[in-house]
């Protein structure tokens, strides 16, 4: 049994016309909101054993926010291009080509990336209908599943869905 926790970037600016949307920072809000899901996390005792995001700003700032709630040491944390505006086949096919560690068939994966796909990608996974993960949103899934090459669509469960606006 695996356990997946598929996250969007918390709020990103606009304020910066000039920037690529690739390096697009938090804003304010964005940097609040991110410690703030981590401590959910934390309280819900989610130790990750692979953090894999986007390498996108907004979603690598995510990630290590994140991360150091959770005590996940910042140069453990993996990031793969393919992520960023991915679709939900991109995404399946990242997270099928993860390392199983050889000591846990039950690894804690934490995946940061960009909306559509990612709520694509949830749906199709634990055929479920959310109509849109906002940001810093974690849905957070069992999957049927004792190998990351083995994952298909429909092989989790959800687990719990929060987001930042959720009391």
């Known amino acids: 049994m695996k356990t997946l926790y598929i996250i969007r970037h918390a709020k990103s600016s606009w304020d910066n016309p000039e920037l690529s949307d690739f390096d697009r920072p938090l804003n304010k809000r964005g940097e609040k909101d991110a410690p703030r899901m981590g401590k959910r996390l934390k309280e819900r005792r989610v130790t990750p054993d692979i953090m894999l995001s986007s390498p996108a700003a907004r979603a690598l700032t995510t990630c290590r926010e994140i991360a150091k709630v959770l005590g996940f040491s910042e140069d453990k944390i993996k990031t793969d291009k393919r992520l960023y505006h991915a679709n939900e086949d991109q995404i399946l096919k990242v997270m099928q080509e993860l390392k199983d560690s ?36 974690i849905v957070a899934a069992t999957l049927k599943i004792n190998e990351w090459k083995h994952a298909y669509f429909g092989c989790g469960k959800m687990e719990f869905f929060d987001y930042p606006k959720r009391k």
């Open 102 to 137: 050889p000591r846990d068939s039950e690894e804690v994966v934490l995946l940061f990336g960009h909306n559509p796909g990612l709520t694509e990608f949830a749906n199709a996974l634990l055929n479920e209908e959310i109509e849109n993960i906002p940001t810093c949103g």
